[in-house]
């Protein structure tokens, strides 16, 4: 992305957060609506399911709203919610993993029953296909995303956020609080994992 273009993007999402954290939850909204398509992408991609993924991505924004005043206006907006995303979707397979039906976080309505932004989210996918997952139904994407499902979470998320997500590891290792390099041999380790998997079924 173009430096200039990246600098403007910059300064309008930390006009948009000082303008949240004054009250204005349009502002808000607006946020929502510049990111929610890349917080269901990677909830959906960590969960395989979109009706979970809605509920995650629903939850992360929940948690980004309450945690405006730790955004720092210096830094881009897109790392910072997306880590919250990613952290959100591990939390909720670890729950997952502990019970037979999925987790429910947020009332039908989609607004937050705890009193969070009150605002009705409406993610793409759950009623109908998103660009980038249009093949979802086919048995070749099936089989990669059951492959990808199987994968230690630190592990798909890097992949999640790199190869789908297109985020440089320096970007990746701020999402995940981890060292670059640690971000980078998740990566690769995840990438091995996923070709020997995908050799045994394919």
């Not at 917080?39 to 959906?44: C, K, N, Q, R």
């Amino acid at each position: 992305m173009p430096r200039s273009r990246y600098s403007r993007e910059g300064r309008e999402d930390a006009r948009l957060v000082e303008s949240c954290r004054d009250g204005d939850t349009e502002a808000f909204a607006s946020l929502v609506e510049r990111y929610q398509d890349s917080v269901y992408s990677v909830a959906v991609r960590m969960t395989g399911d979109r009706d979970e993924a809605a509920d995650v991505a629903q939850e992360a924004f929940i948690k980004a709203f309450e945690s405006l005043d730790t955004f720092e206006a210096r830094r881009p907006f897109r790392p910072w919610v997306l880590r919250i995303a990613t952290n959100a979707a591990i939390d909720h397979l670890r729950r997952r993993k502990n019970r037979e039906v999925p987790l429910e976080m947020t009332s039908e309505s989609g607004r937050d029953p705890g009193g969070g932004p009150g605002l009705v989210i409406e993610f793409p996918g759950r009623e109908s296909e998103i660009p980038e997952n249009v093949s979802v139904a086919n048995e070749t994407a099936e089989i990669v995303h059951s492959a990808l499902a199987g994968l230690p979470d630190n592990y798909r998320a890097v992949l999640v956020l790199h190869h789908m997500e297109g985020m440089s590891y320096r970007e990746i290792s701020r999402v995940l609080g981890v060292p670059r390099n640690t971000a980078k041999t998740w990566g690769m380790r995840a990438r091995a994992l996923l070709c020997d998997s995908l050799q045994e079924v394919m």
